[in-house]
């Protein structure tokens, strides 16, 4: 397993590290394509996310809704479907995830990529209105249409573009196992572990049986369901932030001061960010905001293209909402709490579990960032502290622990050595053990549920309830949405007959990204995602002059006012 965590952990590296050389540094090419077609996009249509985001709401709330027309599902449950594959572990894990590594500058960069994102989604969703296939009388099983960048790609570009259609459909189909499914089981399995110690196959189990039941209903049960919970639970979610705010109102100002500064000019962070790594701190901002937002990643249109209706761009000004709603609203939400709370480089006491959970072996220091490193033959420890000498340690969550300990209440500093390949400590008098104690900083989901939990101490120790609920919540709606991305790829690759395997080994696969390691699950989850947008970024260039011609017509025509 160690094997295999390295070789997944070294691809992620090349996937996200790979690009342009900047002195001593790079800026990945994932982020400078994924920055670079947004703002290409927004400046050859005009800034259209400015300009037109008041008509998305309008069209949104179903004013101009007709039953009549072409889809399967209406403008607000497409809109819906998409945000409960966006509104989602990305809010509440991705925006930890990014602060841990990159620090709270991090949080810039996602909304960069929020911004210049709102773009990106308007036009991968109206091509994937303009080009989607219509299938008469299919069933709700099935749906009536299928679209998305494999067919735009297909149809738009061209049969001699068509082998790049075929690798973004088996490559988002690969993603949905991943991004949209194993990542949300992991988070839910993991966050219940660490509130109630449930084990993460219980949890596992439970989500399954739920995401199975919905899944196999089809897009209209999907868009159904997806239109109840996607408002309930960023409702329950936003207020609980909300008033963690208004009660820290004098500590806002400060956070967004942070927040600006540490973008530019990073100071040492809890885990990647060494002083003045920018690029590190860009990398994750971007990473983690196009994880949250999922602007130019080619899945959201999918869902729209089921949206009923005759006009591509009034789907496309409905979908240029999410980002806003996703990243700009939601995740600053979720960052401000965790900054204004300072839980992001806390320390906790932590069940250190070494042969398994979130343990890492690691070498570095706090100012320059820590690495993970190959399992060393054995750490030295004695009573509690590191052998002189040492240069590899046990890390949790990526940050080196810096003490051990042998009781819960750590009052026993540990002697004697760390075996990493049997994930043991053998004590200086032969008595062996598979957990130590020390004060420990959290990652992912558990750092929101902490920070929530801090932030609502005045009102009561249930802040963390919130966030457990919202990730129960989040993961499961997230899963059911993107299982409809996996099938229509499913489908274009192969056909309907595929639909019904691909929905078996979807499900199946939620189970098992409920019992991996976290920072597994989330790396190979970047590594799809990161290769995934390439083709659909190149195809949104190449038909930018088709969407600009589309958008251009609507707005002149402005069919609308003929409702």
Not at 36 to 63: D, K, S, Y
Not at 244 to 271: D, K, R, S
Not at 365 to 371: A, F, M
Not at 383 to 402: I, M, P
Request: charged share 15%.
């Amino acid at each position: 397993m160690a094997g295999f965590e390295s070789v997944i952990n070294r691809l992620g590296d090349v996937v996200w590290n790979f690009g342009i050389p900047v002195g001593d540094a790079s800026i990945p090419l994932v982020v400078l394509a994924l920055i670079g077609a947004g703002g290409f996009l927004t400046i050859r249509l005009g800034f259209i996310q400015l300009r037109r985001f008041g008509h998305g709401v309008a069209v949104a709330t179903g004013r101009y809704d007709d039953p009549n027309d072409t889809g399967d599902v209406s403008h607000f449950q497409a809109l819906t479907t998409a945000l409960s594959a966006t509104v989602g572990i990305g809010n509440i894990a991705g925006v930890a995830l990014a602060i841990h590594w990159g620090g709270p500058g991090a949080l810039f960069w996602m909304w960069v990529t929020a911004a210049v994102g709102m773009a990106t989604k308007f036009s991968e969703v109206t091509l994937a209105q303009h080009y989607r296939s219509v299938h008469k009388d299919a069933g709700e099983i099935v749906g009536t249409v299928s679209g998305g960048p494999m067919y735009y790609i297909e149809m738009g570009l061209g049969p001699k573009w068509k082998w790049m259609a075929v690798f973004f459909a088996g490559a988002l189909g690969f993603t949905a196992f991943l991004t949209g499914n194993a990542i949300q089981a992991n988070t839910v399995s993991d966050t219940m572990n660490t509130a109630f110690g449930t084990p993460q196959w219980i949890t596992g189990l439970i989500t399954v049986s739920i995401v199975g039941a919905v899944v196999l209903g089809g897009i209209g049960r999907i868009g159904r369901i997806t239109g109840i919970l996607a408002p309930f639970m960023a409702a329950v979610y936003v207020l609980g932030a909300l008033v963690i705010i208004m009660m820290n109102l004098g500590a806002v100002g400060p956070a967004f001061a942070a927040i600006f500064t540490e973008a530019f000019n990073p100071t040492a962070g809890i885990a990647g960010t060494g002083v003045g790594a920018i690029l590190t701190t860009m990398m994750y901002g971007c990473q983690r905001g196009l994880f949250s937002n999922e602007a130019g990643q080619g899945s959201a249109p999918i869902a729209h293209a089921a949206a009923k209706t005759e006009e591509p761009v009034s789907e496309g000004v409905v979908a240029l909402l999410e980002p806003f709603i996703d990243t700009i609203v939601i995740v600053t939400m979720t960052a401000l709490v965790i900054i204004i709370t300072g839980v992001y480089d806390e320390r906790i006491p932590t069940e250190i579990t070494l042969g398994e959970g979130d343990v890492i072996w690691v070498s570095g220091d706090q100012e320059t960032g820590y690495i993970g490193v190959q399992d060393p033959e054995e750490i030295m420890i004695q009573e509690g502290q590191y052998v002189e000498g040492t240069s590899t340690f046990v890390g949790w969550h990526e940050v080196k622990v810096d003490k051990l300990y042998t009781d819960e209440e750590m009052t026993l500093g540990f002697t004697g050595s760390v075996r990493p390949g049997s994930g043991q400590a053998i004590g200086e008098d032969g008595t062996i053990t598979t957990s130590l104690w020390g004060m420990a900083v959290e990652s992912g989901a558990p750092l929101t549920m902490q920070a929530f939990k801090k932030g609502l101490s005045p009102l009561g120790d249930w802040g963390h309830y919130v966030v457990i609920f919202s990730v129960f919540l989040f993961g499961i709606s997230t899963a059911i949405a993107w299982s409809y991305y996996g099938d229509r790829c499913a489908n274009y690759l192969f056909g309907t007959r595929a639909i019904f395997p691909y929905k078996m080994m979807y499900i199946a696969m939620h189970f098992v990204g409920a019992n991996v390691a976290l920072n597994l699950a989330w790396t190979m989850g970047d590594i799809a995602l990161g290769i995934v947008i390439l083709p659909n970024l190149l195809a949104l260039i190449l038909l930018s002059g088709k969407i600009k011609e589309l958008t251009d017509d609507y707005f002149e025509r402005k069919p609308w006012m003929n409702d």
